[in-house]
């Protein structure tokens, strides 16, 4: 009882990095994930942490997983892949970890908190505008107008380093009104009509289900984003965790990637 406590001690401090956890299952958020059944535990949570670009397609394979497990739920907490990163250095208590760059993952794997990550995925960027395009916006050339308001996720998220690559590799130079610190924010910026245009993942303008439209532009192909997934080596339910991935994986997983816009590798 005493050790059992003495964890619970260690890990309140982590409660406000999780409390932007949400579950498919019936879990309550902050709770820490039980035991395996392979240790005879019963009924377990594998918690994911992910890109929030991966809201929706995840959301979807963990229902799948749900329903392939009985008795497991799976709790996602979504956001930029930079802080969730920094959570999970910081001691977040976490099983899968999916980046939305290279870069944020290796944050974790220096740490030595997970190794050998796959890229499962691989995602570019699209001009997001409001329906009906106000602003006229045809062409990347177009954010370098004054008049017109942009929105660039923060330099320091994928998003937002993939903008920058794209940017640079057109020879631009854009001034945004906002940075966001993930792509949700970002394009919801756009949907709500408080800027012009942004600078989105694919996936992003699919999902907003025709609140916004995509511009594709040929400097994306030099700003393509690579997601890799991997298992954290302090996976409190480490075999779900390699499971939930195995799923991502597959070709059920891959199917439904791609139906949202993400690319094979």
Not at 88 to 116: E, N, W
Not at 201 to 214: M, P
Request: charged share 15%; proline share 6%; net charge negative.
């Amino acid at each position: 009882m005493f050790r059992r406590l003495s964890r619970w001690a260690v890990a309140l401090p982590l409660a406000v990095a999780l409390a932007g956890v949400a579950g498919c299952g019936s879990s309550e958020p902050g709770t820490p994930a039980a035991a395996d059944p392979a240790s005879g535990g019963g009924a377990t949570t594998v918690t994911v942490f992910a890109a929030a670009s991966l809201t929706g397609t995840f959301t979807e394979l963990g229902k799948t997983f749900e329903a392939a497990h009985p008795g497991t739920s799976v709790r996602f907490n979504f956001g930029s892949s930079a802080t969730l990163a920094q959570q999970i250095t910081q001691g977040a208590p976490a099983d899968v970890f999916a980046a939305a760059s290279p870069a944020t993952m290796k944050t974790v794997t220096d740490a030595s908190l997970a190794s050998a990550p796959t890229t499962f995925v691989r995602n570019k960027l699209q001009i997001a505008v409001p329906a009906g395009n106000p602003a006229k916006v045809d062409a990347l050339g177009d954010l370098t107008d004054p008049k017109v308001k942009v929105a660039l996720c923060a330099e320091q998220v994928p998003c937002g380093a993939a903008a920058v690559k794209a940017l640079d590799a057109a020879g631009l130079k854009v001034t945004p009104v906002t940075l966001e610190q993930d792509v949700k924010a970002t394009l919801t910026k756009v949907e709500l009509g408080e800027v012009d245009a942004a600078l989105v993942y694919t996936t992003d303008v699919i999902a907003s289900g025709g609140k916004v439209n995509g511009i594709a532009f040929p400097e994306a192909e030099k700003a393509i984003n690579d997601y890799p997934i991997a298992t954290l080596s302090k996976a409190p339910a480490g075999d779900l965790a390699k499971q939930f991935v195995d799923l991502v994986l597959s070709q059920q997983g891959r199917d439904v990637l791609i139906k949202a816009g993400f690319e094979a590798p």
